[in-house]
């Protein structure tokens, strides 16, 4: 049996991110089990890497002295499976917005597809995503976007170590991919879309490892108050 003590030296706690939570929202609950459960007033807990609420799958949660120990787990190399919608593009290179633009499919061929992949992997330059929480003088980028003003995004250097085409139901494209901290999958689909010369959005995403961590081992939140309860 895990003790309050055991938290407050530090436990790491594999949570399996629902659909459409932030990854905030999963830390804030855990944290409010744990003191409920253990009438205490305070405890240390975060998370190493954020998910988009969109994004399901594995979030590592550190807890009291292990928070130390975020930075680490952030560092290490990312596997994701999802889908990339061609077809069609959105401002947030998601489904977060509404369908900007739509490209005919009648010439993408599978061949170019699974060829496509080799210009996304080794170390490359890709531009983060405008709707995302990066922050640039001192607000957020998805802050301009809301606000409709152009900004000048710069292009980060990062690692895809493997991109494999899983499956193909035009206009979906399924996807495992490996990569290096910093990587934003959302951008992934969009220049995976305009390398075909068509457009493309990321319309599913999961984290299935970071580390050796898999969400094979993760729990839901459900679970995790069921296994404080004992």
């Known amino acids: 049996m895990i003790t309050s003590e055991d938290y407050k030296e530090g436990q790491v706690i594999l949570i399996d991110k629902p659909l459409e939570w932030t990854s905030f929202q999963v830390v804030n609950k855990v944290r409010w089990l744990i003191k409920r459960h253990y009438n ?10 954020t998910l988009d609420p969109l994004a399901t799958g594995l979030l590592i949660l550190c807890a009291g002295k292990f928070t130390k120990k975020i930075e680490t787990f952030q560092a290490q190399q990312k596997e994701y499976t999802g889908t990339i919608t061609l077809g069609a593009t959105t401002p947030s ?13 009648s010439e993408i061929t599978e061949d170019a597809i699974y060829a496509a992949t080799s210009q996304f992997t080794g170390e490359i330059q890709q531009q983060p995503p405008i709707f995302s929480a990066l922050k640039k003088e001192g607000k957020r980028l998805y802050e301009y976007a809301r606000a409709g003003e152009e900004v000048e995004i710069p292009s980060r250097t990062i690692t895809i170590s493997e991109f494999e085409i899983t499956q193909i139901e035009l206009p ?22 305009k390398a075909l010369n068509n457009g493309g959005h990321l319309s599913a995403l999961r984290r299935t490892k970071i580390g050796d961590f898999s969400v094979a081992n993760a729990i839901s939140i459900t679970e995790f108050e069921e296994r404080l309860k004992g």
């Open 40 to 49: 205490i007033k305070k405890i240390k807990v975060g998370h190493a890497g």
């Open 93 to 105: 290179y998601d489904l977060e917005t509404e369908v900007d633009a739509t490209f005919p499919l």
């Open 172 to 193: 979906l494209v399924h996807f495992r991919v490996a990569c290096s901290k910093g990587t934003y999958i959302r951008s992934l689909a969009h220049d995976f879309g």
